[in-house]
């Protein structure tokens, strides 16, 4: 049957396909291009840096046992120097997760020893590469990068610990000196080099002819973190591991610096779906994964968001819903379910729905309408939405009631 949301606005239930048609041709031909992707999550440290977002202690306790529940690779706890309250945090989540716990550090000691006597397995080193973010950022020489860049590495890799390092700014670098810088960190020993899109400057393809050029000059794993200033962090994510990066940085909605991240659930059911790649995490807390960031960042889910957005399963065009009502797979992707993702579809009333959209719902509502009354519920409707906007579940049993429509019941009885 048909349920009505708590928010009395649409009429929802899950549908099943009436049959399986096979339909793996075109750009879902050939799904080859990854074979093997890890989710390292930022959530708690560059997603707090989202413009007026913080996370208090419980916040990150609890994102971070979710994260960890749903078998995220790597979680980024916070930057372990930054404060007394910002240790513990990260402290207490390494002690207490599964996943490989990572904190941040810039190339300077104290930062380094913050994140090592916080007891994370990784940590993850960073010194900016580009010109432009040494002179004026760091105020420092390339030379003096190299050598402290290098010295990080080291110290990080004495103590045991995992250590990935990220040439900050990457994508705005010169060629010729981020080779140099990689290479130097790579004969130091370095476990991942990340190579961040820091100001999100990246295209696709681009992207992935840097990524492919760092490959050539390091045996480390490679790791690629994308910002959305231009829209396409998560496409210039996916373009790293096409062309040979086995990790992500990603935030949960694409939560940010400025316009954000790569998205968690934008990247994982991308190379679950797209690209037929078992990610090994448990998708189906998605949605309660990004209901739970969204509360607590204060940062709204949009409505469009892919993945988790209130349409992203929602339908309400007459050609669209009635296809919907036939088989799933006509208007959605077909590789992504809704309970993929702890989510549901929704086949929304409203000024688009046409009358196979409408004979479905009186049906469902114990309604027998003959087409003349389709017809004339379904006209009724769009007049009502194209003033009002909404239309809930009391509102077709008004138009059903002015249209004479039947009740299931009431026809029984007349055939009696």
């Known amino acids: 049957m048909w349920r009505v949301l708590p928010c009395p606005t649409t009429l929802v239930r899950p549908l099943t396909p009436v049959r399986g048609v096979e339909f793996f041709q075109g750009t879902l031909s050939d799904q080859s ?26 916040d990150k306790r609890e994102i971070a046992a979710l994260l960890d529940e749903m078998g995220t690779h790597v979680i980024e706890a916070g930057f372990p120097a930054n404060s007394d309250a910002e240790f513990e945090a990260v402290q207490d989540i390494a002690a207490n997760t599964d996943a490989t716990v990572c904190g941040l550090a810039r190339v300077v000691d104290s930062d380094v020893e913050a994140a090592l006597d916080a007891g994370v397995g990784l940590v ?49 670098t010169d060629r ?10 790579d004969d130091a020993g370095v476990d991942w080099i990340n190579i961040p899109d820091t100001c999100g ?47 992500a940085q990603v935030s949960v909605n694409g939560i940010g610096e400025r316009a954000g991240n790569a998205a968690y659930e934008e990247v994982v059911m991308a190379l679950e779906g797209a690209y037929g790649v078992d990610t090994g995490i448990d998708t189906t807390y998605i949605r309660e994964l990004a209901d739970l960031v969204a509360e607590k960042s204060d940062i709204p889910i949009p409505a469009n968001k892919p993945v988790v957005g209130a349409n992203a399963f929602s339908h309400e065009s007459g050609i ?6 036939e088989n799933p797979a006509t208007f959605e992707t077909g590789v992504m379910d809704p309970s993929d993702v702890g989510g549901e579809r929704e086949l929304v009333l409203g000024k688009h729905t046409g009358t196979h959209s409408v004979r479905e719902r009186l049906h469902e509502a114990g309604y027998a309408p003959s087409d ?31 249209a004479d429509v039947p009740t299931d019941r009431e026809t029984a009885e007349v055939d009696a």
């Open 176 to 185: 010729e000196y981020l080779v140099k810088v990689v290479e130097a960190v």
């Open 124 to 172: 993850h080193v960073f010194a900016s590469t580009s010109d432009v973010q040494i002179e004026d950022s760091m105020h420092s020489t390339r030379e003096e990068v190299l050598e402290r860049s290098v010295e990080a590495v080291e110290r990080v890799r004495d103590a045991g610990a995992d250590v990935m390092f990220s040439p900050m700014d990457a994508t705005r």
């Open 33 to 58: 291009e990854i074979s093997d992707a890890r989710i390292f999550d930022t959530t708690l440290r560059d997603g707090e840096q989202s413009p007026r977002t913080s996370f208090d202690y419980d």
């Open 201 to 247: 400057v990246a295209t696709p393809r681009r992207f992935a002819d840097l990524v492919a050029t760092v490959r050539e000059h390091t045996d480390a794993g490679i790791d690629v973190h994308t910002h959305d200033d231009f829209g396409m962090a998560s496409a210039n994510a996916l373009s790293g591991f096409e062309a040979g990066a086995t990790q």
């Open 320 to 325: 669209h819903a009635a296809g919907i009502i």
């Open 372 to 402: 003349d009354q389709v017809v004339a519920v379904t006209k009724r409707l769009k007049e009502y939405a194209a003033e009002h906007g909404r239309v809930t579940a009391s509102d077709l049993e008004r138009f059903a009631a002015e």
